[in-house]
């Protein structure tokens, strides 16, 4: 099992690890639509704080959790369309692997939050992600099918990840531990990628 993580936890940091490659646009021939709901899964920076988003809010009870539900993606939809108007900071890159270490050492220490701190980390990640995922758009781009095909995604995978998360928990004492342990994972892997972003403009 530890084995496994490990080797899940190298995989991912691969995939986060800082190249010369820009966002770009899924082209699903589909329409931009499928584009939008695509684009985020396309993307293990995204893809992992709203896994432990989700988890995380699981810990919190299925009560607080109905917020994560409704406020995450109504972040997404709003960080997409601020992205048409205000151009991402420069360090949005660095806020989104902070998401993930955050994220992930909540999880580990199954962390009691508040609901206004719960509720703040899923409101800065679905702006963010949001603001991400619209900058992708191309001129071409329906901007309106984009982004609500993004908000659809974002709705659909926070419900589904809640709902299991908190089903899971609820069975022999190993599931939390279980939980807790892919956190640790999740947040080890932010915070060696976030080191490597902040050292290789260093070692540049």
Avoid at 111 to 123: C, N, S
Wanted: aromatic share 8%.
């Amino acid at each position: 099992m530890k084995r496994w993580l490990r080797l899940l936890a190298a995989a991912a940091a691969l995939a986060l690890a800082p190249t010369a490659a820009h966002a770009h646009l899924v082209d699903t021939r589909l329409g931009d639509f499928y584009s939008g709901a695509l684009h985020p899964l396309t993307d293990l920076q995204q893809v992992l704080p709203w896994m432990a988003l989700a988890v995380l809010a699981a810990f919190q009870g299925a009560q607080r959790a109905r917020w994560i539900i409704l406020v995450f993606p109504l972040a997404l939809a709003v960080g997409g369309v601020a992205s048409l108007y205000v151009p991402l900071p420069a360090f949005a890159p660095f806020l989104g692997l902070a998401l993930v270490a955050v994220t992930g050492l909540a999880v580990a220490a199954a962390a009691r939050l508040p609901l206004g701190v719960l509720l703040a980390i899923a409101v800065v990640m679905g702006l963010l992600h949001g603001a991400q995922n619209g900058a992708a758009m191309v001129a071409t781009t329906d901007r309106v099918l984009f982004l609500s095909g993004m908000t659809a995604i974002g709705y659909g995978v926070i419900t589904l990840a809640t709902g299991s998360a908190i089903a899971f928990l609820h069975g022999a004492a190993w599931r939390p531990i279980a939980l807790r342990a892919g956190g640790s994972w999740v947040a080890a892997v932010g915070i060696m990628v976030l080191g490597l972003n902040l050292v290789r403009p260093v070692a540049g």
